[in-house]
């Protein structure tokens, strides 16, 4: 008779099967949309989410509440001048899993909210193919400006605005940071790689699990990648379950 642990390991090479398979379709497929969420028969444990009530620590929320109202003047680069909206970032601050883009692009200035326009539509379909929804994690950028024209920020704008960023991830304290596209990726990890070199590996941030992978506003450009993003995903999702033992 197979015992509680045969079984379990049963059931995850079950799984990791049912993910190749997905996966072969996709890309078999083209990827045109993002797979449908894994709730499945792969549900996530209680215990990482979605099902945590919004009830925030006193010290973090005062903490990021701070760390916003300081952003909300900032002149620190010249992307000041262009914007609408400081987009500091939100999501649930007790999220497990935070994802950290590039810069807010027109709608997210318009609204002051991170990945609100089509690639964050695509976006809340990554998270729900997760199993997980836009509340239960956390999204911010590297700049909280808009760059003009939605160009790549400076590097001096960078080194302005990555300390804000730095200081949310440190009192956010994710279990997992997901970097999408290369400037979060190599801010993050201070290294020129492209994003190519950087996604199929775990790295760390400050202790933190890193895992990188393409920007949605990219996948929407090629959606050949999504297969890839998708790998990434999975990743992120494994070291939500099991850290990286
Ligand atoms: Fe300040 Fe960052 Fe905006 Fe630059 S991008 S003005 S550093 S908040």
């Not at 909210?113 to 997980?132: H, I, Q």
């Not at 400076?154 to 940071?177: G, H, M, N, T, Y």
Request: hydrophobic share 40%; with cysteine; charged share 25%.
């Amino acid at each position: 008779m197979m015992d509680r642990s045969g079984m379990m390991r049963q059931e995850m090479a079950e799984a990791l099967r049912g993910f190749r398979l997905l996966l072969t379709s996709c890309r078999m497929a083209g990827m045109r949309d993002w797979p449908a969420p894994l709730t499945q028969p792969d549900p996530l444990p209680p215990e990482i989410g979605p099902a945590e009530p919004p009830v925030l620590s006193p010290e973090r929320e005062g903490a990021l509440a701070a760390l916003a109202g300081k952003t909300v003047d900032c002149r620190h680069c010249r992307l000041h001048s262009g914007r609408l909206n400081v987009v500091f970032g939100e999501g649930s601050p007790r999220a497990k899993l935070a994802f950290v883009g590039e810069g807010p692009g027109f709608e997210e200035d318009q609204q002051g909210r991170p990945f609100v326009g089509r690639a964050g539509k695509l976006l809340d379909r990554m998270t729900k193919s997760l199993g997980l929804e836009r509340a239960d994690v956390y999204i911010c950028n590297v700049v909280k400006c808009r760059p003009p024209e939605n160009r790549t920020p400076s590097a001096d704008e960078i080194d302005a605005c990555s300390p804000f960023l730095f200081e949310q991830l440190e009192i956010l304290k994710p279990r997992v940071i997901c970097a999408l596209g290369a400037c979060a990726g190599q801010t993050l990890l201070a290294s020129p790689s492209p994003v190519s070199r950087m996604r199929g590996k775990i790295h760390r941030w400050r202790g933190i699990p890193l895992v990188c992978t393409f920007h949605p506003a990219y996948l929407l450009r090629t959606p050949s990648q999504k297969a890839a993003a998708w790998q990434d995903l999975l990743e992120a999702r494994r070291l939500l379950h099991r850290g990286d033992e």
